[in-house]
């Protein structure tokens, strides 16, 4: 089958057209033929060889995180989906591989497509929707009336969180720059700042939790937003000592994060509010929830650009340019 793939780590585009062997089925697997999949900043941080220690794989590797497509085949132990199904996935970390034809996918990763999307649009979603939902719902047990701040508002992971805060009942404020400050307030954003004119920190007081998708001096600042108690969750900032013991690192990691986290931690400990690492997971029992969202239109797709398969090096270099509108994706079959 025709896939993308990397033969070594670089952080310029060595992703490269391949043939590569078509998947093979475990038995509570299904293959899963791809229509379309859309592309992460996660794919190029795996590109680089920066989440070598959290994801080492075996190269060649087949890039992409996301997809939805059709079930061609299931093994012998799948109960949930049959041949025919149309469906999306976030794929299990250590078993990615969307810019493909077909790929090979747990039952429990898999949902089926909301029924309103198509292939593209349904492609967008799996891993910001997760990702939105494990930061907000999982870790943050968002409520109604409570403030949350979600940095870039505009980007795959913001479009989703803004929205699904709003669904929960928050009062949502977001940071991003002037030109999408009008389609990001129309995502339902109660306040939209832009971070390259104001100081979020210098106007917004009292936020019960912050999702930070920034990492750095966002990061830091971000603690002075949250009142005593405030929750602050990034997804790009150091990996913290809980992480590292729940995906079970050697000692030396588990010591590397405890030094890369320590300035946030010890920042978020004076304030009084507790600083969290999520590196997001599938969950075909999510994505069933969130499909449910997109069917009652809580929820929207956000998709910016799609490119033909034979441009995906295209594509992950439009992500690259950090200025994505919600989600950039590459259409792989008709
Ligand atoms: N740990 C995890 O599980 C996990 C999961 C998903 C994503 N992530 C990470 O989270 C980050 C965001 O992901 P994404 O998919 O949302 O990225 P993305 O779609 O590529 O983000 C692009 C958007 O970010 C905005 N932006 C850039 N710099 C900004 C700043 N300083 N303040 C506010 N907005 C800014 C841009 O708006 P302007 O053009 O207006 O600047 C653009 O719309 C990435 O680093 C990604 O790797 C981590």
Not at 202 to 209: M, R
Not at 212 to 222: E, F, I, N, P, V
Not at 315 to 324: F, K, N, P, Q, S
Request: positive net charge.
């Amino acid at each position: 089958m025709k896939a993308f793939i990397i033969d070594r780590y670089e952080s310029s585009n060595v992703v490269h057209a391949s043939e590569m062997p078509e998947p093979e089925l475990r038995e509570d697997d299904v293959l899963v033929q791809i229509h379309a999949a859309s592309v992460n900043p996660l794919d190029l941080k795996i590109r680089s060889g920066a989440l070598k220690l959290i994801l080492p794989y075996r190269l060649p590797l087949i890039l992409g995180n996301d997809l939805a497509g059709v079930v061609v085949r299931a093994g012998a132990r799948v109960r949930r989906f049959k041949p025919g199904d149309e469906v999306y996935t976030r794929p299990e970390q250590e078993r990615i591989g969307a810019f493909a034809e077909y790929i090979a996918v747990s039952e429990n990763a898999l949902a089926l497509k909301p029924k309103a999307l198509n292939m593209e649009d349904a492609a967008s979603i799996p891993l910001v929707g997760l990702t939105g939902w494990q930061a907000l719902v999982e870790k943050a047990n968002l409520k109604k009336g409570q403030k949350v701040l979600i940095h870039a508002g505009s980007g795959g992971v913001g479009t989703f969180a803004i929205q699904l805060a709003k669904h929960l009942g928050a009062y949502v404020a977001t940071t991003t720059s002037a030109a999408n400050y009008d389609w990001v307030k129309r995502l339902g954003a109660d306040v939209v700042i832009d971070y390259k004119k104001t100081d979020f920190e210098a106007v917004l007081h009292d936020y019960d939790v912050v999702l930070d998708t920034q990492g750095g001096a966002t990061l830091m600042k971000s603690v002075r937003v949250l009142k005593p108690g405030g929750k602050l969750i990034s997804i790009s900032g150091p990996p913290d000592p809980d992480f590292a013991r729940a995906i079970g690192a050697a000692w030396f990691v588990r010591m590397a994060m405890g030094m890369l986290s320590y300035r946030i931690r010890k920042l978020a400990k004076r304030h009084q509010v507790s600083y969290v690492f999520l590196f997001m997971r599938a969950d075909g029992e999510q994505l069933r929830h969130i499909a449910e969202l997109i069917g009652t239109g809580a929820i929207c797709t956000v998709v910016d650009k799609i490119f033909p398969f034979a441009s995906t090096p295209e594509a992950l270099d439009y992500v690259e340019t950090g200025r994505a509108k919600g989600k950039v994706v590459v259409k792989v079959s008709a």
